[in-house]
């Protein structure tokens, strides 16, 4: 668990040169261990689909060093990187299956190319299918799956060549919070079973604290934060990682210095208002919602509300001690440094 | 004034009318049959040959277009300039022009100037650049996203051409496939212009110079059911190997179909 099996070390990218250069990333450094599940979250733009290309170098980084596995991806030979691409597969947002191939060979594909004999890839290809649940599906074609189903063919497909590392590139964005879930548990289930380390590249704060351990908060280009899910998500220490964790990406200065304040997610429990009006029925604490993005699907809410609490300690810790009662749904005490 | 128009009109149709009649002689069928059935033959040898080489350069041309382009998987500016140049060229001539202009080159390659033979040179030296532009095009459909899936997993570029790009877009090769063989069995009607044979040259010597109304017509008639039923079959290909479609609301053959409604009976 302890042991690296990705390092970036003073990784830059630059596309373009001169005065039209966009520095896409500057001065990464990142150590994902081995087992983990990884997340690296930050806003459109931040640089997050660029960093993971330069894992499996679909982007070539301009400096720096990457070491995937133990080898240096960024001096292997193109030959030898096509081999190491094996051990680092990859899913997207987008599914990117193969639309004129059935599902069955889809997740044959990745076997094709390295020259696995048809039959034992047929025999390996059901057999992941089978471990996403879609055994079903083998002779459907991806145009007649839904997103989830496209996503859970993609998944399979990137475990044919027994890898190392699963990187995921907003491979649960296109998809509904129900789906979302059921993608995360998967994945959290293979981590888990076959031990492959997860990278996760999100926008979604839910789907961080819903599987990863540790996380990287990218903001324009640079690595604003890193840790500890628990301790980032609680004590958010940059403007960056405050405009992820707090909903609505409030600013520190829109609440006042010393607000005793506290997070908390939402995770397809009850509706969210009952919540706040119970606590005030049951418990007689009043809360004041400092933020929120929630969203109800089907009498469910999913997302994330900042709450500030009385001053009074008793009654604070009354309220939390309440809310972390509630089924579904998580609560975070929050501290300002402003 | 309104009569000379009447009688204009009248002229016309009863000129009209009697070339169609003439098409329903035994006469005519015995006389220019065997001709016709000759012409029609080399028009399609010559429309079928040409398709065949004109796809082996203008395929490969394509394939090379999409890899060389600036966010293609092997980018080079040069190639990708200089083969643009040469297509663009190739495909700015007049096809007539073409023909003329590259005589002896079409002798040195197949022997003679004329005939059959001496058209399929120009009309694949013509189709080619057409073609790699159409591949390209089919191509360029292909998502980026699905190309980069596999350098992902590790595929080289020559199996990036051959399991990605070619595979997901048949579809889209196979219906400018169609636009490809109508425009060069267009091409052979030119060719006949100067002695290659076929329809195009019975329409031209009969019809046109021997002002022989009747041939002209049974030679458009032959084109259009030509075309038609190309068109009709790749269409038909084409939707039926699609599975991007949903499989379950498949049309049948177009012209069978058709055909089905005239035959049926209740």
């Known amino acids: ?338 | 004034m309104l009569d000379a128009l009447i009688q204009g009109f009248s002229n016309f149709f009863s000129g009209a009318f009697s070339t169609i009649a003439v098409l329903f002689t035994a006469e005519f069928w015995s006389k220019y049959g065997p001709l016709l059935l000759d012409g029609t033959i080399d028009t399609l040898v010559m429309t079928g040959i040409s398709t065949v080489f004109a796809y082996l350069l203008g395929l490969p041309l394509g394939v090379a277009l999409i890899l060389t382009q600036p966010h293609g998987i092997r980018p080079n500016n040069a190639i990708y300039k200089v083969l643009g140049w040469i297509i663009n060229v190739g495909r700015s001539l007049p096809f007539i022009i073409l023909m003329v202009a590259i005589m002896d080159f079409t002798k040195l390659i197949v022997g003679t100037k004329i005939g059959v033979r001496g058209a399929i040179v120009p009309l694949v030296v013509s189709a080619a650049p057409f073609i790699a532009r159409m591949v390209e095009t089919s191509l360029s459909e292909v998502d980026a996203g699905v190309v980069e899936a596999a350098q992902s997993m590790g595929a080289s570029t020559l199996q990036i051409v051959w399991k990605v790009y070619l595979p997901e877009a048949k579809p889209s090769l196979v219906l400018g496939g169609a636009i490809s063989i109508v425009t060069i069995l267009a091409y052979t009607a030119i060719a006949g212009a100067i002695g290659a044979g076929g329809l195009g040259d019975l329409a031209i010597r009969y019809g046109y110079q021997r002002r022989y109304p009747p041939m002209l017509l049974v030679t458009v008639i032959f084109l259009i059911v030509l075309v038609q039923l190309i068109q009709s079959v790749f269409s038909h290909v084409s939707a039926r190997i699609d599975k991007r479609l949903d499989s379950g609301h498949k049309k049948g053959f177009a012209p069978l179909e058709m055909l089905a409604r005239f035959t049926h009976t209740k």
């Not at chain 1, 070539?60 to 051990?87: C, F, Y």
């Not at chain 1, 998944?155 to 590139?169: E, G």
């Not at chain 1, 006042?256 to 997610?265: D, E, K, L």
């Not at chain 1, 009662?325 to 005490?333: I, K, L, M, R, Y």
């Open chain 1, 1 to 338: 668990m302890s042991e690296s099996i990705i390092q970036i070390q003073h990784l830059n990218k630059t596309f373009g040169s001169g005065d039209t250069a966009v520095h896409a990333l500057e001065d990464i450094n990142l150590d994902i261990k081995q087992g983990e599940i990884f997340g690296i979250i930050g806003l459109s733009g931040a640089g997050k689909s660029t960093l993971v290309r330069c894992i499996n170098l679909l982007e070539r980084p301009t400096e720096g060093t990457v070491i995937v596995d133990g080898k240096e991806m960024t001096a292997l030979s193109e030959k030898e990187l096509r081999l190491a691409r094996r051990d680092v597969t990859m899913i997207f947002q987008s599914f990117n299956l193969l639309m004129q191939r059935t599902c069955l060979k889809n997740v044959c594909f990745p076997m094709e190319l390295c020259g696995t004999p048809a039959a034992q890839a047929k025999k390996r290809a059901l057999e992941l299918l089978e471990i996403v649940g879609l055994a079903d599906k083998a002779d459907a074609y991806p145009s007649q799956l839904s997103g989830g189903q496209k996503q859970r063919v993609a998944i399979a497909r990137a475990l044919a060549t027994d890898p190392k590392v699963l990187l995921c590139d907003e491979a649960t964005s296109a998809l509904d919070p129900t789906t979302t879930a059921s993608i995360l548990a998967l994945l959290k289930d293979l981590n888990q079973k076959l031990g492959v380390t997860v990278v996760v590249i999100t926008h979604q704060m839910s789907v961080i604290e819903e599987i990863c351990s540790r996380v990287a908060i990218l903001d324009g280009g640079v690595v604003a934060e890193q840790g500890n899910v628990e301790e980032i998500f609680s004590n958010p220490k940059t403007d960056a990682a405050r405009r992820l964790v707090y909903p609505g990406g409030a600013s520190v200065q829109q609440y006042p210095v010393g607000t005793h304040a506290v997070r908390v997610a939402f995770n397809g429990g009850t509706a969210y208002q009952p919540l706040i009006a119970s606590l005030a029925i049951d418990c007689g604490v009043k809360v004041n919602i400092l933020g929120a993005d929630t969203r109800n699907i089907d009498g469910k809410a999913f997302g994330t509300m900042l709450l500030g609490l009385p001053d009074d300690p008793n009654e604070a810790a009354k309220a939390l001690s309440y809310i972390r009662s509630q089924p579904n749904v998580t609560a975070e005490e929050v501290e300002y440094h402003a």
